[in-house]
Every structure is written in C-alpha cells, then in structure tokens.
C-alpha cells in the first residue's frame, strides 16, 4: 500500500527560526495537502498543492509540489510560538471519495 | 461557510459498552464524509467513508460500524467497545470531487 514518510519526527527551534520539514511517498499522488494540528483539536489545513511543480504560499508558510509528484514540502519563516504542533502531510489521488494517506507527523517545538 | 460538528468532545465508557459518535455538516450538499481514528502520538487512520446516503466503505476490519442515515449527518457505532478502541475520533468532509478534506473538531474516547 501507499507509504508517506516524514520528516523530521520531531524539531526544537527558537523562535525567529525557519523551519523545513518534507514528505516522501512510494506512490504518485495528485493532490498533496498540507495540515496543522493543535493538541485536542482537529487538524486545520494550512496549503493545498494541486500541480507538480507548484509553489504555493499562505503568510510565512511555503509549500511545494514535487516534480516527481512523490514528494512535498513545508517551510515555515521567522517562526513564532503558535506555530507549536503536529504538521501532517497528506497524499490524494483525485477520484470519487479521493482518499487521504496521511504522513506520520513533525511535532514543532518553538522556544522563545 | 461549512462547518463541521462532533459530539460528544470526550467519551469515557466501559468495556463491553456500545459507542455512538454523531458527525453533522453544515452549509453543503451531498458531501463526501469521513471517521479516521487517531492514537496518541500518531498519525491518522481512515476508518470509513461516504460518499452519499446509505453508502458507506470501510477501509480495516474493526470492531466499529458506521452509517449515514441522512446526507451531512455521519455515525460511528459500535456493539462492544474493546480497550483498543480507545483513541481521538476524527470526522472530516469534502466536496464530491473529494478536492480536500476539512476536520471537524474530533471526540475523545476513552474505553475502560
């Protein structure tokens, strides 16, 4: 079955920092999403990617679609403390009921 | 806007007990709907899905059911909770072409 690998696992950044994190699947996907979980909620989308090749960007967070369409990732400029959480990659193939396959997660820790 | 509701937010239940989680969306038509589960610390698990009334795809044999008796209104059951189903329930929603996934706010359980 399809595969998302992510890294890093975990990261501890003080704040102003950039932080970088990817994703690399063994399959193809079309659509690569990008979300944010904070401890007890529901993860919130924070980029979606729909091209290979494209960058795409939402205040100080950039994401990219890799050319290959195996691979993704997130970077995150001058981090603040609300960027503390659990970042998820997500891999789509489009279709009825496009089904998501989920990374394993970067936790961020941000000191001040 | 859409807006996705769960209930309850927490669950404490004995083993051996039934479950019932109810998933509400609204301000959309005929959504595809979603139930990952989530353990602690790890990534998410997709359960079941939906792409109309009554049509429901389970993606791992469990010992939990799910149904969708009416189009933004989506259930997870079960007969006998076991100590393994203990975890964070997640209901998610997207359009008929399945372009993205949006979380609702998740439900906690916790099998005793």
């Known amino acids: 079955g399809q595969q998302l690998n992510q890294s890093p696992q975990s990261m501890f950044i003080q704040e102003g920092e950039d932080v970088s994190m990817n994703c690399t699947s063994s399959?193809?996907?079309?659509?690569w999403l990008w979300y944010k979980q904070d401890p007890g909620e529901g993860p919130v989308l924070l980029i979606a990617l729909y091209k290979a090749g494209e960058l795409t960007s939402n205040g100080r967070l950039t994401a990219q679609f890799g050319i290959t369409r195996k691979d993704s990732f997130l970077n995150i400029s001058a981090s603040i403390p609300s960027d503390v959480g659990i970042y998820f990659c997500?891999?789509?193939?489009?279709?009825?009921?496009?089904?998501?396959?989920f990374g394993t997660g970067t936790r961020l820790q941000v000191t001040l | 806007s859409q807006t996705i509701h769960q209930w309850p937010a927490t669950l404490v239940q004995p083993v051996g007990s039934p479950l019932s989680l109810e998933c509400t969306v609204e301000g959309t038509s005929n959504p595809n709907l979603y139930w990952y589960r989530q353990a602690a610390g790890r990534g998410l698990q997709l359960l079941f899905y939906s792409v109309g009334i009554g049509q429901i795809s389970s993606e791992v044999p469990q010992n939990l059911s799910a149904s969708r008796p009416q189009d933004r209104q989506f259930i997870l059951s079960s007969k006998k909770l076991l100590l393994s189903d203990s975890g964070f329930y997640l209901c998610?929603?997207?359009?008929?072409?399945?372009?993205?996934?949006?979380f609702g706010p998740g439900t906690r359980l916790l099998v005793l």
């Open positions: 997500a891999g789509q193939l489009t279709g009825t009921a496009s089904k998501l396959t």
């Open positions: 399959s193809i996907f079309n659509t």
């Open positions: 998610a929603w997207s359009g008929t072409q399945g372009e993205t996934q949006y």
